[in-house]
């Protein structure tokens, strides 16, 4: 593959314990991945994995290349994070927290430059009244606005690859769909977290299905969502709250 991410073989132990199993991924340039799978399936240590963010008491072997290169963080990849409050310092302004890291990267020299780049992003993470939020301290906006800020962070140094682990599980359905359609239109290759079948079916060209730290199906969307082949993934989609199908139609016919 010439672009994309390709990661392999990546396994995670901590403890003796091995949480992350010989995943392999690959996105294509400018695709969007789910990775979906139940809480504690290995979601959020494959990425922090991929990204290099693992603390030392994690042990990491595989490879993972991004573009045919090394990945760096900051400068290849940014990151959506999932907790929007614990990710902004509660302290400063949103404007000022992007404006830093734009002169973090060097992106910026100054401060006037780094608030008029700043107002740039806030309007490409799709907030109309940029300035009034460039301005607002985070306990001040919505739980909407302050994931818009955090994309508008993560973008800022202009990634390839950006990394959303469950960045709208704390939006109502609404408010999700909207991110939703945000993330996927910016045009960067992109992995996303996510235990919702509904953000795997809105966001994902392919989808990796994991459950206790291995990758147990793969494929396009279409494909795994649609004729799942796998039974913890049919578990997963016959689990789904959908009108007029009841539960457990889908295993039980399938199975
Ligand atoms: N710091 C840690 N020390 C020890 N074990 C950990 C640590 N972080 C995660 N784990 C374990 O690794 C496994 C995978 O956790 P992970 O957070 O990747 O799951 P997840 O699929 O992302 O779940 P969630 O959706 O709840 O975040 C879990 O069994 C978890 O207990």
Wanted: contains cysteine; aromatic residues 2%.
């Amino acid at each position: 593959m010439n672009g994309g991410l390709l990661v392999e073989d990546l396994t995670v132990t901590v403890g003796g314990r091995r949480i992350v199993d010989h995943v392999g991924l690959e996105i294509a340039q400018g695709k969007a991945m789910v990775v979906l799978g139940e809480s504690g399936s290995g979601k959020s240590v494959t990425a922090r994995a991929i990204l290099g963010l693992l603390g030392r008491r994690f042990s990491v072997s595989g490879h993972v290349t991004f573009n045919g290169g090394p990945l760096t963080l900051g400068r290849d990849v940014g990151l959506v994070p999932q907790d929007h409050t614990a990710a902004l310092d509660p302290l400063r302004r949103i404007g000022a927290q992007i404006g830093e890291v734009l002169r973090h990267h060097g992106i910026v020299g100054s401060r006037s430059q780094a608030k008029g780049r700043a107002l740039g992003l806030l309007g490409l993470a799709g907030v109309r009244d940029a300035e009034r939020v460039a301005r607002a301290y985070p306990h001040e906006l919505s739980g909407g606005l302050r994931q818009r800020a955090l994309i508008a962070v993560a973008v800022a140094c202009g990634p390839r690859l950006l990394v959303a682990d469950e960045p709208t599980s704390a939006l109502d359905v609404t408010v999700q769909a909207k991110v939703l359609d945000l993330l996927r239109g910016l045009g960067t290759t992109l992995l996303m977290i996510t235990h919702d079948i509904g953000v795997a079916r809105l966001v994902g060209d392919t989808v990796a299905v994991m459950s206790e730290g291995r990758i147990v199906e793969y494929g396009e969307a279409r494909d795994v969502l649609g004729l799942p082949g796998h039974p913890y993934t049919r578990r997963l989609l016959d689990a789904e709250p959908r009108p007029g199908v009841p539960r457990g139609a889908l295993a039980g016919g399938l199975a």
